[in-house]
């Protein structure tokens, strides 16, 4: 999917089998699984299947061994490719639909939700169908091993899931809201089933499952990233966008005054959305326009802070005085994003005003982006920045205290001036973000199942001595 060159998909949904989204664009000469296929292909590319299950640096297509990064570890994504020996080659249609919509593999064992199965089980039978026709047929097989997954101990038991099922897997298919107009539904099935946009972008609870209700699409966070609030809220969320600019962003990963794409939405532009006819994009837009919209304490968008600075004309050259930050932000920053930080005209590299990942309430991007950069291709073309944080990839490494540094001058200079970085913030960023509460609680679970154990055998043992006192 990195390079499908998509620019002739017909509408993804028009060939769905979803009510109210059916609008037949066969060709009547088109032989029917040829057609099977080719839809298939379109709603991979939807669901962005590939995102995860190809290797970067010239990985085989689905062939697997992506370390997808998780609070608990790397989940290793597999091989889907339909080799017989190490990918989906011998599973039926049932078990293919299975572990799409169950995350049960066809030998009973159950996959960690990095697999979307939440999103994917509201597909349709016609699509599941057409996807497991276009793995079957379409994709060549790779008779590659992955490396298993290796979570530490309790995360290792994939038993468990069948727990978290229960509780939080809502086993349904997609029903149109008969209220809303055909775009809205093409959109909410695109949004929901396919691109599973709530993944990221609605906050998790204490056991790592989407929160239900009016969170919905109001921002979470994605290891050191933070997915935003996406709802119709006017401040807080997109309401305050243009449908054009929602769909440029989906097409590009760019819109001049507003935001730049990178970690993973920069991924998610990059392999499925800017594959998509406009059509699907102005469905989604549609469909996020008309979100419940959840708002805030903020005065004014993320996009609406900051104006251009002129500290690099009136500092350079100072041996005392200068502000630490703004020495880091002229060594590494200013050559790119200008000066006075206005960016270039063309917007490759964007203005640091007007910029929502230096205008939000807090400052998880901003960090993320220095240490890891902005690497995606749209339409061909690379799209880069150098990751200030990564040994491997620039050579001048900052550390924790110079990101910080600069993090709080371009907040203050260029955003949120109310919003301010500490070294140790960074220092959590580097290390993949925030724990949530499991992977803090994990120290105690051993020792309380042991205990949970311990209590169980000293019941069974107690009944057995009762049930041998009454024998006698």
């Known amino acids: 999917m990195k390079s499908q060159g998509c620019a002739a998909l017909s509408l993804l949904l028009s060939l769905c089998a979803c009510p109210g989204l059916a609008r037949a664009q066969d060709t009547?000469?088109?032989?029917?699984?040829?057609?099977?296929?080719?839809?298939?292909?379109?709603?991979?590319?939807?669901?962005?299947?590939?995102a995860c299950h190809t290797a970067p640096k010239g990985g085989a297509p689905f062939a697997g061994g992506y370390g997808i990064e998780s609070p608990m570890g790397d989940i290793i994504a597999t091989n889907i490719t339909p080799s017989q020996s190490h990918g989906i080659g011998s599973y039926t249609l049932a078990q293919f639909r299975a572990a799409l919509r169950e995350g049960v593999r066809k030998d009973g064992t159950h996959l960690y939700p990095a697999m979307p199965y939440t999103a994917y089980t509201q597909l349709t039978d016609a699509d599941t169908q057409a996807l497991y026709a276009y793995f079957m047929h379409a994709v060549k097989p790779v008779d590659q091993p992955v490396a298993e997954t290796k979570l530490p101990f309790p995360?290792?038991?994939?038993?468990?899931?069948?727990?978290?099922?229960?509780?939080?897997?809502?086993?349904?298919?997609?029903?149109?809201d008969p209220a809303q107009p055909e775009l809205v539904n093409r959109g909410a099935y695109l949004s929901n089933a396919l691109a599973h946009c709530s993944a990221c972008h609605t906050p998790r609870n204490m056991l790592m499952?989407?929160?239900v209700g009016k969170p919905f699409l109001s921002g979470g966070s994605v290891g050191p990233w933070f997915a935003p609030n996406i709802t119709s809220d006017p401040v807080q969320g997109?309401?305050?966008?243009?449908?054009?600019?929602?769909?440029?962003?989906?097409?590009?990963?760019?819109?001049?005054?507003?935001?730049?794409?990178?970690?993973p939405m920069a991924e998610a532009i990059e392999h499925s959305l800017q594959h998509l006819p406009d059509e699907d994009l102005k469905a989604i837009v549609a469909y996020l326009k008309q979100v419940a919209p959840v708002g805030g304490d903020a005065a004014k968008p993320r996009y609406g802070y900051g104006?251009?600075?002129?500290?690099?004309?009136?500092?350079?050259?100072?041996?005392?005085?200068?502000?630490?930050?703004?020495?880091?932000?002229?060594?590494?920053?200013?050559?790119c994003h200008q000066a006075n930080g206005t960016g270039t005209s063309s917007n490759e590299y964007p203005s640091l005003f007007n910029n929502t990942a230096t205008g939000g309430d807090r400052a998880d991007n901003l960090i993320a982006t220095i240490l890891h950069g902005v690497n995606r291709t749209v339409q061909g073309k690379p799209?880069?920045?150098?990751?200030f944080g990564d040994e491997a990839s620039y050579t001048d490494r900052l550390s924790d205290q110079e990101i910080a540094d600069l993090s709080n001058y371009v907040l203050t200079r260029y955003g949120n001036h109310a919003v301010k970085v500490s070294a140790d913030d960074v220092r959590v960023a580097r290390e993949g973000g925030p724990k949530p509460f499991l992977v803090k609680a994990r120290p105690a679970m051993v020792?309380?199942?042991?205990?949970?154990a311990l209590l169980l055998l000293a019941a069974v043992i107690a009944l057995?001595?009762?049930?041998?006192q009454r024998a006698h």
């Not at 994939?158 to 149109?176: I, Q, T, Y």
């Not at 020792?447 to 949970?452: F, N, Q």
């Open 464 to 468: 057995l001595r009762r049930r041998g």
């Open 383 to 387: 799209h880069f920045m150098p990751a």
């Open 238 to 263: 997109v309401g305050g966008w243009s449908d054009d600019e929602l769909l440029q962003y989906m097409k590009t990963g760019r819109v001049q005054g507003k935001a730049q794409a990178a970690g």
């Open 28 to 50: 009547q000469d088109a032989k029917p699984e040829a057609a099977l296929i080719e839809r298939g292909r379109q709603l991979s590319i939807a669901a962005d299947c590939a």
């Open 209 to 211: 499952a989407e929160q």
């Open 447 to 452: 020792p309380a199942m042991v205990l949970v």
């Open 307 to 335: 104006e251009a600075a002129h500290d690099e004309f009136d500092m350079r050259g100072l041996t005392q005085g200068a502000d630490a930050g703004w020495r880091v932000f002229s060594g590494s920053c200013a050559h």
């Open 155 to 176: 995360f290792s038991i994939r038993a468990s899931m069948a727990v978290w099922n229960a509780l939080f897997l809502k086993d349904e298919r997609f029903k149109p």
